[in-house]
């Protein structure tokens, strides 16, 4: 006769299977705290919709942020690079009367110069001079990205050692140098340290398991030992927290 499985390997199991698409994180409702910035990034988007008769977003995932946003401008594009989520983000939009298009590699925007009025990017890596190519003159680029301390305990806990990312998210004033050299005038630059707060060790797997960029290489059965501690940690303190970094910068294309 099989012994029971422990709390620890049924939590492990169970976020090790149930599926992900998108960019949904409802299975972790009740779960997990997830700390909020000072601003408020919907609310800006929607602000700069509001007078914007045509709009991309970058990295739109399964568009399930960008549906919330509607009523959206006339001429509405979205890209998504990882393919799985191209298909999910396309039945979503399409009644919203957005084209979803595949991102192109080495971050080109598979779109005509000066063709948008309004460049949105929530955590997806960019090419700022692609990004000032697409936009018209005046036009305005909005960026809600993940800074480098992101996660930085989670990848201590486990022993593994970040990937160097694409954009310069050391802090926002490197990020704003980074797209004002590409020709853009920086309106608003600011970031903010809060946390991630795992309720249990199955919500942090399921998290490490929508993205893998955070903890390169990680697996269940590497980090076992890792998961283990992190569980009696949760066990006996409530929770685990990690650091939740992110940066804003709003730019514009000069006139």
Known sequence: MNSPKSEFDRLIEIAGTTPFSGWDFSALEGRWKVGHPSWDYRAIAREHIAHAPSLLDLGTGGGEFLATLAPLPPKAFATEGYAPNLEVARQRLAPLGVQVLAMLGDLQIPMPDASVHLVLDRHEEFDSRE???VLQPGGHFITQQVGA???EEVR??????GTRPTNAVSNSRALGEEISRAGFDIERSEEVRT????????????????????????SLTHHRKDLEAIHHEIKTKGSFRAT????????QRPR
């Not at 201590?156 to 050692?161: A, F, N």
């Open 131 to 133: 990004v000032n190519r």
């Open 149 to 151: 301390s992101n996660c």
């Open 156 to 161: 201590d806990k486990l022993g593994v050692k």
């Open 195 to 218: 946390s991630y707060e795992f309720l249990d060790v199955g919500a942090l797997v399921y998290f490490l398991r929508a993205v893998p960029w955070e903890v390169p290489g990680f």
């Open 244 to 251: 939740h970094h992110l940066m804003l910068v709003i730019a």
